[in-house]
């Protein structure tokens, strides 16, 4: 699943390329991933894209009264075509899910493999009509986001640490693999009571976060899109490296599944050694 710094790649990859272009075609493959009605997808015929802009982990195309946003889920992906065709297809057949040419010719795909259908695509006079934009927290790269914010956020949070960093009406745009990061870095347990942190440890995870993202994102930036994948996974320490050594203390890194996914982290680095074996365990790790 595309997080903060790989949609932030993506914002400024897309900004160089339809700042100031006119969308010649718009064509729907996915009836499924289209969310709005009014304005019809067809209202961006013609337009002039003044920018590519990021909000959470959201991307939007920003026309003069008009956006064009859409959120890539978990198996979503955008491709570029420095020669787009837009060619006949049918409804919900391919991993396509949207085509959209420029008048020089290039155009982006959205595409999503599997079958959670979780693509959401939007046509909006203004951003803050799309649902999940409208309920965003904090975005970590902002000057709101401080130890002293995310501590509030901490207080009022029900529930586990891992949650609380995931839950996007707190902090927009980190997701499962870099909450796993940011939690390693700061050596905090995931099963933490997010509302049991003292300030010294809100000011561990504050750093960790801002520090992960920012790494990643510095890594991401300028790489072709096909490589942005790839370039995630390189850069993880803990998550999705279940059974491998800890880089900082050379224990096991541990994985807990659950029902559609999991999250990893290091005994030795952030349970003091205890070993979680699965949710119904969490009440082991305070």
Partial sequence: ??????????????????????????????????????????????????????????????????????????????????????????????????????????????????????????????????????ELGVDPFSAEFDAEALGHMLKKASGQLKHALTDQRLIAGVGNAYSDEALHVARLSPFRRASSLDAEETQRLHDAVVEVLRDAATRSQGLPLTDLKAEKKTGLRVHGRTGEACPVCGDTVRQVAFASKSLQYCPTCQTGGRVLADRRLSRLLK
């Fill in 1 to 134: 699943m595309p997080e903060l710094p790989e949609v932030e790649a993506l914002t400024h990859f897309l900004d160089e390329r339809v700042r100031g272009r006119t969308v010649e075609a718009v064509q729907l493959l996915s009836f499924a991933a289209l969310k709005t009605f009014d304005p019809p997808l067809d209202a961006v015929r013609g337009v002039e894209l003044l920018s590519a802009t990021r909000r959470g982990k959201f991307l939007a195309l920003q026309a003069e009264t008009l956006w064009l946003a859409f959120h890539l889920a978990r198996a979503g992906w955008l491709r570029w075509r420095p020669a787009m065709e837009i060619k006949p297809g049918k409804l919900g057949r391919s991993p396509l899910a949207l085509r959209l040419r420029l008048d020089d010719g290039s155009g982006m795909e959205l595409t999503e493999q599997g079958t959670e259908h979780r693509l959401a695509i939007y046509v909006v006079r203004d951003l803050e009509q799309v649902p999940g934009i409208a």
